[in-house]
């Protein structure tokens, strides 16, 4: 029955919802935005599948036949070979012969709407082909949803990495932006106060640090400032908290404290960790963090640390 909604509804119903999806989905509201794909995907397959019986139809009631009609014969034989055929007989649903299903438009059209709008081919393939149970349909699908996700691409990225970028969360990029694509490791780290681990310290000192900044990690350094390792944030906290306390119990020293603390640091401590040279290009930084999933990277002056490179120091639009 292709004429089961007709496209006088289906068009003022995809305008109003989706203005409506677009309002709600720059709201904050604990909204998803799955279910908007699939209505707004399956009204235009719907509405694309009307046009084409519209024009199917021109051609055979006496006026000359269109191009879309001649093409539109062979692709019947993939249609008669059960590319329409449900699993399941239906008593109320009949399928026009050599006629586009507006049904099967709408399911492909869902599919390639979600796929070009969140670049995620596959998964919402495999979604639409649960949701329907109709395995014959695994071909217009996945061919709706490679060739959406491909125009999408030649326009934009996703809406989620859209959303990411509004948001500026640390979103690596798989290549460096134009400005840094030129840029050298320590025109990023320009007025950075790195602070490093040494073996002379105080431990009351170190709990003022703790409490004022919130790096992840700390180069690790020996008495001539040569990088020895990088403690993560949580082993150093741990470790300054056990000996504050043992100096508040009269068990050792302040002046023993760090010396106990640093010892025990660099037991727990990286010391093999990944490092890069100022002079290394921004291309290199960023291909390290990709792909070997890292939170901060240790930039060297010869043997000596000068920065520490994190994520939003990379990201093009921290």
Known sequence: MPYLFPSAVLLPY??????????????????GLIVPFVVIGGLIGRLMALLFI???????????????????????????????????????????????????????????FMAATGR?????????????????????????????????????HGLYHILM???????????????????????????????????????HR???????????AFPVVSYNSTLKGVVQRNVLVRCVAEQIEAVQNGQVSEAMAWPVVFNAVTKEMDSAPITVRETDPVDLALELFTKMRLRHLCVLAGEKPTSLLTRHDLHPHA
């Not at 109320?92 to 599919?111: K, N, T």
């Not at 170190?206 to 992840?216: G, K, P, T, Y």
């Open 54 to 112: 519209s024009v199917m139809q021109t051609g055979s009631h006496g006026t000359p036949t269109t191009w879309l009609a001649d093409v539109w014969h062979p692709l019947m034989r993939y249609v008669e070979s059960g590319f329409y055929t449900s699993p399941h007989p239906h008593m109320v649903f009949e399928v026009v012969p050599h006629l586009p299903d507006p049904g099967a438009y709408a399911i492909a059209g869902a599919a390639a």
């Open 120 to 156: 995620l081919s596959l998964f919402f393939t495999v979604i639409m082909m649960e949701a329907t149970g109709y395995l014959s349909f695994a071909l217009p699908i996945l061919i709706g949803a490679i060739f959406a996700t491909w125009t999408g691409n030649l326009f934009n």
């Open 165 to 203: 970028k509004i948001a500026k969360m640390p979103y690596l990029p798989r290549g460096a932006s134009v400005d840094q694509a030129a840029l050298q490791v320590k025109e990023l780290c320009k007025g950075q106060n790195l602070i490093v681990v040494r073996p002379s310290g105080s431990i």
């Open 14 to 31: 995809l305008a109003i919802y989706f203005l409506l999806a677009n309002l709600a989905s720059g709201a904050a509201t604990p909204g």
């Open 206 to 216: 170190w709990q003022r640090v703790l409490d004022d900044v919130q790096h992840n």
